[in-house]
């Protein structure tokens, strides 16, 4: 029984986050030449595994290359963030034990898949991947991508049932996510009662701003052109109108609109004026050294905690995840217990 196409697709989109190792060797599939060349030097691998053998799930083997093309792509940055050879090789070693179990999880997903024999992956997906693959990744060059397959020891029907197994893996992966329930209004509330310091808010001001640029003017001339714009909106012109007419900023098209603005986001010259004003009021001008400046504090919120209402959507993803991890979790370690597994 093929899986809906509809459904499949979505699960292929959600494997590029849901499948860390997948994605690593999916962008370093253009390398022809065999990746122990280029790390085995500094990964430790072979003496960790003096065999060539990680696990072994069931029938299938997890080799030393299959742990060093999942690392090759971030083994430069385990290096930059080590401060000498002692920590480099704790993190790295760490790193390759996630690896390790990242594999037999995957191993152990794909047999799930595979008890139900109704459950097919058809050809044609395995073909399109393949055939993106060769011109995302090798650049349409069959040559290049038949050379990647020699270094790794492959024919194209291995490749193919490797393919099929990523495939597999976000699949399931995507569809043990979908079946959590909702996040109850109940959760939520007792999250944001559990965690008022997370949700604290500093004072804030929704600025808009106009600034005249000092070219060859003095600052008794940016001054008066300040008082003018400043007249016009005691006189009823909206501030937003006076942006997009006399602001020389980026943000013209936009009525001189930069957002909420807390104090630390800005310098004392601007933040100390800001602040000072209430919702609806206007500056008076700043001069600085590249011009002249007009704030005007357009909304103001208090410090403090915002009400469940604005956070409820944030909290629900928060949990949202959490269930997802737990749920995952257990479903992987169900799938551990009921296989043969054995890590040296």
Do not use: C, H
């Not at 500094?42 to 595994?49: A, E, K, Q, S, Y």
């Not at 009021?281 to 011009?291: C, F, H, K, L, N």
């Amino acid at each position: 029984m093929p899986i809906p196409v509809r459904r499949l697709a979505l699960a292929l989109l959600s494997a590029s986050l849901l499948a860390a190792p997948v994605a690593a060797r999916a962008e370093t599939a253009p390398a022809p030449t065999p990746a122990p060349a280029a790390t085995g030097t500094d990964d430790g691998l072979n003496l960790r595994f003096a065999n060539g053998i990680a696990a072994v799930v069931e029938s299938k083997v997890i080799t030393v290359d299959d742990i060093r093309r999942e690392l090759a792509p971030i083994l430069p940055q385990i290096r930059r963030d080590s401060r000498n050879q002692q920590e480099f090789a704790q993190k790295l070693e760490k790193v390759q034990d996630e690896i390790i179990r990242n594999l037999v999880d995957r191993a152990l997903i794909v047999k799930e898949f595979r008890k139900d024999e109704k459950r097919q992956i058809p050809q044609s997906y395995i073909d399109n991947a393949i055939s993106e693959q060769l011109t995302t990744q090798f650049e349409g060059d069959r040559a290049r991508f038949l050379a990647y397959l020699k270094s790794r020891g492959f024919t194209l029907r291995d490749y193919r049932k490797e393919v099929e197994e990523d495939i597999i893996y976000g699949y399931m992966r995507g569809q043990q996510r979908k079946s959590l329930n909702v996040v109850s209004p109940a959760k939520v509330e007792a999250y944001y009662a559990a965690n008022q310091a997370r949700f604290f808010q500093e004072e804030q001001v929704r600025l808009r701003l106009i600034q005249l640029n000092r070219g060859e003017l003095t600052d008794a001339d940016l001054l008066a052109k300040a008082s003018e714009i400043v007249a016009k909106f005691k006189a009823g012109t909206p501030f937003e109108d006076l942006a997009k007419e006399y602001t020389e900023d980026a943000r013209k098209a936009k009525g001189g609109d930069w957002g909420w603005q807390k104090r630390a986001d800005l310098k004392s010259e601007f933040s100390d004026p800001l602040f000072a004003l209430a919702a609806g009021e206007i500056s008076a001008p700043i001069v600085q050294r590249e011009g002249v400046y007009l704030l005007y504090a357009e909304e103001k919120k208090a410090a403090g905690n915002p009400p469940i209402t604005e956070v409820r959507e944030q909290i629900e993803t928060t949990l949202a995840q959490q269930m997802t991890r737990e749920s995952q979790d257990k479903w992987l370690e169900r799938l551990r217990k009921g296989a043969y597994v054995r890590l040296y």
